[in-house]
Structures are given as structure tokens and as C-alpha cells.
């Protein structure tokens, strides 16, 4: 039996009040998102983000919105990560991030799909698909380490071109794993499409998992390593974008004016994120991070 002197000892649970306000930053961006294809006459038939057929407001609205799904998807390993730091790896964790993920593929293909048509059957497989999946497989990977995961996140974000390259002309079923794992496009029969093929988006939750240990550090400390984590990633894609090479599918031109110079510079591939995408919304993700932190309180006992 616990006395009372147990209770009192037992440690305080806190929670970092600006990871919440992050959060729900990019909830309301994905509004911004969904309310812009409403509004937009276009948004069917032309990209927002293409340099010489937007303007600059069209585009800044759209491409802000590019913040939002590297950040769940990060934000979702920060979070695998702060269960892991608990007790590390066990059969509850794994149970529940398996469990969680095929609600969420099972959410994608019913409500979500039949939401968005009421006709013939139309899968439109998007983010908790990509989400879904990467935590089924997420319940495997947290009993190899932090570290090594870290490792596989990079390495999955960084080669993603590369996994592509082998599946761009393959037949049959071949071309339907690839569809579904590393390179959207229809579905067979005009069944769907997939927008969000997991494995470059797996990479992203592991990168949150990897990093995810910064967000207990001391306040200082935490700032410290994130404003350098944010700024190395803006350096680094700078250098890859500006090589004009391996980091993205579609290649940046120059204009007659600096103003579509930078729309075509910061136009990167988000269906699949290419490492370019990955770099440049992270980056700033994380700098927002800071804003948001400099703002308010910390922390807060739950």
C-alpha cells in the first residue's frame, strides 16, 4: 500500500506547451490549404507553385501549406519517441503504434475516400495512409535504437531519387507496389489515386524519432540545438537546390525578374517529397519552432 509520502515523490509528468501550439499552427495552415482549393478557380487544373502561372499571393498560400505534412509526420516520431523515452521498447508501444495505424489506413480508404465522392468507389490515398503505415512499420523499428533509426530516416529521405529509379518503368504489380510506396499516380481500372506513398514519409517520422530526445532537453540547450538543426538544414538544401541536380525531380530556372527566379528556386517536389522538399519545410518548421517557443511558457505539469 502507497503512502502518502510515495504520492509526493512520484515525479511530475510535463508537458512542452509550444510542441501543443506548434501543432495546432499547422492545423490551421492546413485549413488555409483546403480552403485555398475552393477558392481557386485552377486548383484543379494548374499548380499554384509553378513560376510563370501563379502570383505571388496564390503562391505564397500555397507553398506555406508545404510546412504541414513533414511536420506531422516529424511531429508523429517526436511523439513515438517521447513514449519510447519512458521505458523504451516493449510490446504495448509496438501494439499500440500497429494498432493505431491500421485505424488510421482504415479511416483513409472508408470515411475519408467515400467523403470526397458519392459515386462509383474512388480511393483518394493520402496522408493517414502515409501516416497509417509509417507507424505499423514505426512498431518494428523502435527496437533497433534511436540512433539507428535516425540513420534509416536520413538514409530513406536522402536515396528516395534513387529507390525510384529501379520502379519508373515497371508492369503490373510491380507498378502498383510502386505506386504505393515510393512514387504516387492512379490506381488501376480509374479506381484512385495515391498521392502519399509511404516510404519517403516514413523516413520523415523517422528523422522525428531520431531527433525527438532534443525536446526534453533544458530550454537553452534545446534552443541551441534546433536553431542549428533548422539553419544546417536551409544551408544544405540551399547548396543541393542551387546545384540544380540530385535533390528534387523538377530542376529550377532562371526568369526575367528575381521574383519568379525565387518561385522556380523554392518550387521543390512534394508528391513524393524529394529531399529538397524535406530539407527547406523542416528547416523552417523547426526556426517556427523557436518563435513559438521564445513566446510563452515552456512547459506545464499534467
Request: hydrophobic residues 50%; contains cysteine; proline residues 7%.
Amino acid at each position: 500500500m502507497s503512502s502518502s509520502n510515495d504520492v509526493l515523490m512520484e515525479p511530475r509528468r510535463m508537458r512542452l506547451n509550444s510542441l501543443d501550439t506548434w501543432r495546432g499552427l499547422v492545423i490551421f495552415l492546413m485549413m488555409l490549404d483546403h480552403v485555398r482549393d475552393f477558392f481557386n478557380r485552377g486548383a484543379l487544373t494548374s499548380t499554384p507553385t509553378e513560376a510563370g502561372h501563379t502570383t505571388v499571393l496564390l503562391y505564397l498560400t500555397r507553398w506555406i501549406t508545404h510546412l504541414c505534412a513533414p511536420t506531422f509526420l516529424f511531429l508523429a516520431g517526436v511523439g513515438i519517441r517521447l513514449q519510447y523515452e519512458k521505458a523504451g521498447p516493449s510490446r504495448g508501444l509496438s501494439q499500440f503504434l500497429a494498432t493505431r495505424g491500421a485505424w488510421l489506413m482504415f479511416l483513409d480508404f472508408t470515411v475519408v475516400s467515400m467523403a470526397l465522392n458519392f459515386g462509383r468507389p474512388f480511393f483518394f490515398v493520402q496522408v493517414l495512409y502515409a501516416t497509417g503505415l509509417s507507424m505499423i512499420a514505426m512498431a518494428a523499428l523502435v527496437w533497433i535504437g534511436p540512433r539507428l533509426v535516425l540513420v534509416v530516416g536520413g538514409a530513406i529521405v536522402l536515396l528516395a531519387p534513387v529507390a525510384i529509379l529501379p520502379l519508373l518503368h515497371a508492369p503490373g504489380a510491380l507498378a502498383l507496389l510502386r505506386t504505393f510506396t515510393v512514387l504516387p499516380g492512379p490506381l488501376p481500372g480509374g479506381m484512385g489515386i495515391v498521392l502519399y506513398p509511404f516510404v519517403p514519409w516514413l523516413g520523415v517520422m523517422c528523422l522525428g524519432f531520431g531527433y525527438g530526445h532534443v525536446f526534453r532537453l533544458p530550454a537553452s540547450v534545446r534552443a541551441r540545438t534546433i536553431a542549428w538543426t533548422g539553419a544546417g538544414s536551409l544551408v544544405i538544401f540551399a547548396v543541393l537546390r542551387g546545384l540544380n541536380g540530385y535533390g528534387d525531380l523538377s530542376p529550377w530556372k532562371t526568369w526575367p525578374d528575381a521574383t519568379r527566379d525565387i518561385e522556380s528556386f523554392l518550387n521543390v517536389t512534394k508528391y513524393p517529397p524529394s529531399p529538397d522538399y524535406v530539407l527547406v519545410t523542416l528547416g523552417i518548421s523547426l526556426l517556427v519552432f523557436l518563435v513559438i517557443e521564445a513566446g510563452g511558457p515552456h512547459q506545464r505539469e499534467v
